[in-house]
């Protein structure tokens, strides 16, 4: 890699991360939103815990309630 537009996006906690910036909301704001513990959010991104079918089901959810 010699350059940052080189640079792949390669995880769905990847595209989450960009995703907060892009908000402009806190992993807590999300977490309040999709009904989690705000702990269970930053150990998603942190990779403690699995990025699973369910979170990415309600995130897409949220996503697009927030478009209507």
Known sequence: MTRLKDVRIQTNTE????L???LHISQQD???QLGYHPVYVESIINGRKPF?????????ENLKNRGE
């Open 15 to 18: 595209r989450l991360v960009i």
């Open 20 to 22: 907060l910036r892009q």
């Open 30 to 32: 999300l977490a309040k």
């Open 52 to 60: 699973n079918r369910s979170f990415e089901k309600r995130l897409n």
